[in-house]
């Protein structure tokens, strides 16, 4: 609970605050809305996952051939990501970390997205088992970060690296401060302050570069928001996502031609040239490829699931675009088929062509996302029966071939064991 002084302290630094100047690309935040959410109100854990959910993971995991029991003895088998206690980062790491295009002249960028994604995995497998020696192997990591982290280096992919790590981290964390690990409070507010003082500033003002970069920036500062409970970041992530979600997903009632996000001048649709509502849903990226798109796609629906867990109804401003977004991708994965049941992933075999989509030029269907979070959180909705497209998808792909039972270096970590199988009958 924060006292009432607290909460006058944040109203005025509201108040007062300076204009956000623009980032390398010349982007600004879109302009400030009222605040929406209050600090009395954070809940936690909070993060993606709640009480609820991770109670019914929990059960789930625990019966033979469920989605989430067979992603567990996965994530406890994954020896690579949690077998250490300690940062893969070089020894003489000077706190900055530096990630340039296609990894040139990168600096701890590889070895922070690994920590990040170990650090999520043991977390996770803490609170499902209750066994403590999984959040032993996450929590020095962590406290190696608060102790030596100091900057991301503003260029190259610097800001989409950060806000994949900020995600992770501070999942991670709002799981461990909020089950009773073994995470002294001082430990865990220290990482409260790096994040803060690290993480934010280079996420802050988003990005007009392609929408899966602002999102996923959206993703780690509301992630932290909730972590650190700072009321105004989190309003401000919620004002980002509100002006972004509708330029990065087109419906017709936007016009002849998609919405721009306030504060940039242009957004590149590729090759997409048809706008209208045989095309509801399309996204941004699109006509780039369907990997690019499902990173975008999949921070929406991220920040949509933390926003609802802090009482912020996201999915109820922007159902039918959200759902429009979902079947439109998966009725083109489902058109573009399937390898045979447990062959090997090839996702550069798989394309498929529509007129109406990309000039008719063939869609590059590689690494696609699970869809696995956007189907669980419509379904609280009451919109499953209107997903046959997403649904066909998860059940016949993603489950059958254990797509979302991994970690990547992005913000999907383990899915399956977090919001797959049926989604629970939650408030």
Not at 119 to 136: C, E, F, R, Y
Not at 194 to 214: D, M, Q, R
Not at 232 to 237: G, I, N, S, T, V
Request: hydrophobic share 35%; with cysteine.
């Amino acid at each position: 609970m924060v006292s009432k002084c607290m909460v006058l302290l944040l109203m005025v630094a509201r108040a007062t605050s300076v204009t956000p100047t623009p980032t390398s690309d010349g982007s600004r935040a879109p302009e400030e809305s009222p605040p929406t959410v209050t600090p009395q109100s954070f809940v936690h854990p909070g993060v993606l996952i709640g009480a609820e959910q991770l109670s019914y993971v929990r059960a789930q995991s625990k019966v033979g051939g469920t989605p989430e029991n067979i992603a567990l003895a996965k994530a406890i088998k994954n020896t690579w990501m949690n077998s250490h206690n300690t940062s893969s980062m070089s020894p003489g790491w000077n706190g900055t970390i530096s990630c340039g295009f296609y990894d040139s002249n990168s600096y701890g960028c590889k070895n922070e997205s690994t920590d990040a994604s170990s650090v999520l995995i043991n977390s996770m497998i803490w609170a499902l088992t209750g066994d403590a020696k999984w959040a032993h192997r996450a929590i020095p990591i962590l406290d190696f970060y608060a102790e030596n982290l100091k900057e991301y280096a503003d260029w190259g992919n610097g800001p989409l690296e950060a806000a994949w790590a900020a995600d992770k981290w501070a999942r991670a964390a709002e799981i461990l401060s909020s089950t009773n690990a073994p995470w002294p409070t001082k430990d865990a507010d220290a990482f409260r302050k790096v994040l803060t003082a690290a993480s934010v500033p280079i996420l802050y003002n988003g990005s007009c570069y392609n929408g899966n970069w602002e999102l996923a920036m959206i993703e780690g500062m509301s992630s932290i928001a909730v972590f650190t409970e700072d009321a105004a970041l989190l309003d401000h992530a919620m004002t980002m996502w509100r002006a972004r979600v509708p330029a990065y997903f087109y419906m017709a009632s936007d016009g002849p031609t998609p919405t721009i996000r306030p504060g940039c001048d242009k957004s590149n649709w590729f090759n997409q040239v048809v706008f209208n509502a045989s095309v509801n849903g399309v996204c941004q990226e699109t006509c780039r490829d369907f990997g690019h798109l499902g990173y975008g796609l999949a921070s929406t629906f991220n920040v949509a699931e933390t926003a609802r867990l802090q009482g912020i109804d996201l999915y109820g401003e922007q159902t039918d675009r959200l759902a429009a977004a979902l079947e439109f991708h998966t009725s083109l994965l489902n058109e573009g088929g399937y390898p045979p049941s447990g062959s090997a992933y090839k996702p550069s075999a798989r394309t498929v062509i529509d007129p109406l989509v990309c000039s008719g030029t063939a869609l590059k269907l590689s690494y696609p996302g699970t869809y696995q979070v956007g189907l669980t959180g419509m379904s609280r909705l009451g919109r499953a029966g209107s997903l046959s497209q997403t649904t066909k998808y998860v059940q016949d792909w993603v489950w059958k071939l254990s797509y979302g039972d991994s970690c990547s270096p992005f913000m999907y970590c383990y899915e399956t064991l977090t919001h797959g199988g049926a989604a629970p009958p939650l408030a």
